[in-house]
């Protein structure tokens, strides 16, 4: 399986993300515990959501460029304004 090498230079701010969606997973089952109501509790699953929706766009966002369109590193790399759509697209469906 090919290493990622491309997330090591934006591991800070992934890692960040990680906590934060930690975080927000530890605040779900605290409110599990503590029976607070159904409306809190799909508040809290629908943030945690959404921060791994964010998360995987990221990651994924950073692959396309990355893999796909850097035309130094990949001479026959899809065409960049495409790329942008494919991204657009994945944003959308993410959020």
Request: proline share 2%.
């Amino acid at each position: 399986m090919p290493r990622m090498t491309h997330t090591i230079r934006e591991k800070h701010k992934l890692l960040g993300r990680v906590r934060r969606l930690r975080g927000q997973v530890e605040a779900i089952e605290r409110a599990l515990e503590s029976e607070a109501g159904c409306e809190q509790v799909m508040h809290l699953i629908a943030g945690a959501r959404g921060a791994l929706a964010g998360l995987m766009a990221e990651v994924v966002e950073d692959h396309v460029r990355t893999h796909l369109v850097d035309a130094e590193k990949h001479p026959g790399a899809l065409n960049a304004e495409a790329a942008e759509h494919l991204l657009d697209v994945v944003r959308t469906y993410l959020k």
